[in-house]
T-cell receptor
């Protein structure tokens, strides 16, 4: 069965630095991978999607990479701000198994220290 | 205002009792999903529905039931057979097309045992 590991349960960084979160997966080859942000007591909010044939995707201060050889996605937040503090989840599709749904990782809780 | 409404926000269940969590959407999305989130764990898929009057089991369907009589509504019943129901429950929708659509989430229902 699919397995997703996100690098660490919690990550603390100084304001202004770049935060890098890792998502590794095994036993599957997704067609695409998504990243979500979740604040305490709220539902996740979609941030970025990257397809298997894309190496990199950017949106404002966010950047996602997708290495299908390493089976890894990296999520970067540049010039981080305290408002970026949240839990970040990666998710991969399971469409090649015939299931129209996503498989989520456990998330990394990011804290940006002023 | 378009979106997904989950109710109630907090719910308490007595031993042996069935409870139903509501999920309503006005995004006109065909696919709807129910997830369970426990502390330190990612989102685990309970049930999903791709079209009215049809639904499929997810990864942890035991002790739960759903119905999809209307496009807008996908209620989840937590039955007495679910021995560990305390969790944060999230409902999501996804728009047309497979493979490259983000999921949209409600703000969850937190279920506890009395």
């Amino acid at each position: 069965s699919q397995k997703i590991e996100q690098n660490s349960e919690a990550l603390n960084i100084q304001e202004g630095k770049t935060a890098t979160l890792t998502c590794n997966y095994t036993n599957y080859s997704p067609a695409y991978l998504q990243w979500y942000r979740q604040d305490p007591g709220r539902g996740p909010v979609f941030l970025l999607l990257i397809r298997e044939n894309e190496k990199e995707k950017r949106k404002e201060r966010l950047k996602v990479t997708f290495d299908t050889t390493l089976k890894q996605s990296l999520f970067h937040i540049t010039a981080s701000q305290p408002a970026d503090s949240a839990t970040y989840l990666c998710a991969l599709d399971r469409f090649s198994t015939g299931a129209n749904n996503l498989f989520f990782g456990t998330g990394t809780r990011l804290t940006v220290i002023p | 205002d378009g979106g997904i409404t989950q109710s109630p926000k907090y719910l308490f269940r007595k031993e042996g009792q069935n409870v139903t969590l509501s999920c309503e959407q006005n995004l006109n999305h065909d696919a709807m999903y129910w997830y369970r989130q426990d502390p330190g764990q990612g989102l685990r898929l309970i049930y999903y529905s791709q079209i009215v009057n049809d639904f499929q089991k997810g990864d942890i369907a035991e002790g739960y039931s759903v119905s999809r009589e209307k496009k807008e509504s996908f209620p989840l019943t937590v039955t007495s057979a679910q021995k560990n129901p305390t969790a944060f429950y999230l409902c999501a929708t996804m728009g047309q097309g497979t493979g490259n659509q983000p999921q949209h989430f409600g703000d969850g229902t937190r279920l506890s045992i009395l």
